[in-house]
T-cell receptor, first 115, second 116 residues
Framework: SAVISQKPSRDICQRGTSLTIQCQVD?????MFWYRQQPGQSLTLIAT?????????ESGFVIDKFPISRPNLTFSTLTVSNMSPEDSSIYLC????????????FGPGTRLTVT | AQKITQTQPGMFVQEKEAVTLDCTYD???????LFWYKQPSSGEMIFLIY??????QNATEGRYSLNFQKARKSANLVISASQLGDSAMYFC?????????????FGPGTRLSVLP
């Protein structure tokens, strides 16, 4: 299994500002994923980030709002830009195991509150 | 249409008893995998158990087992001998495609509360 860390673990931010969330994995992985979990809801995939290429965003998510970097095989960042209270969520970084059954491992999440 | 349905928003179980959390899924792909995750109040997602569409036997992992009924498209999680630490949200997820090339789809979750 992979060990994933995220920074920050939580933050309270003002409306209109931006926050960058870091995700560090203890092993090299090809695919990294960013999810959003709004209060009381399930997980929604924001984007898939592969090293050396542009992130692939899911419907309803755009690069201007959620820019992602993937500079190497162990690290990624997600920025939540121009935040509004509706962005208050848990943001989770995830990686796929390198062999079957290709389960996904998740970081501890970043709890974001926008006031 | 929802790909993953979990019809129980909340469940209660007495400590040391068994509990079944329901999950039904919808896919036309013959190749898929089903996964269960636990999310305690701290927020991390913990992988519990996996069942492949071609697996002949139901998966088991310690106190967790998966009641896989392929014709009914259900993959219910059974937790035996519940413990207080089992209180959490439980998510069923599916990945479709050969080598599970598609992305995970998560169900809405079931909140399990274990009573002392």
């Amino acid at each position: 299994s992979a060990v994933i860390s995220q920074k920050p673990s939580r933050d309270i931010c003002q409306r209109g500002t931006s926050l960058t969330i870091q995700c560090q994995v203890d092993s090299q992985v090809t695919m990294m994923f960013w999810y959003r979990q709004q209060p009381g809801q399930s997980l929604t995939l924001i984007a898939t980030a592969n090293q050396g290429s542009e992130a692939t965003y899911e419907s309803g998510f755009v690069i201007d709002k959620f820019p992602i970097s993937r500079p190497n095989l162990t690290f990624s960042t997600l920025t939540v830009s121009n935040m509004s209270p509706e962005d208050s969520s848990i943001y989770l970084c995830s990686v796929r195991a390198n062999r079957a059954p290709y389960e996904q491992y998740f970081g501890p999440g970043t709890r974001l509150t926008v006031t | 249409a929802q790909k993953i349905t979990q019809t129980q928003p909340g469940m209660f179980v007495q400590e040391k008893e068994a509990v079944t959390l329901d999950c039904t899924y919808d896919t036309s792909d013959p190749s898929y995998g089903l996964f269960w995750y636990k999310q305690p109040s701290s927020g991390e997602m913990i992988f519990l158990i996996y069942q492949g569409s071609y697996d002949q036997q139901n998966a088991t992992e310690g106190r967790y087992s998966l009641n896989f009924q392929k014709a009914r498209k259900s993959a219910n999680l059974v937790i035996s001998a519940s413990q207080l630490g089992d209180s959490a949200m439980y998510f069923c997820a599916m990945r479709e495609g050969v080598n599970y090339g598609q992305n995970f789809v998560f169900g809405p979750g079931t909140r399990l509360s274990v009573l002392p």
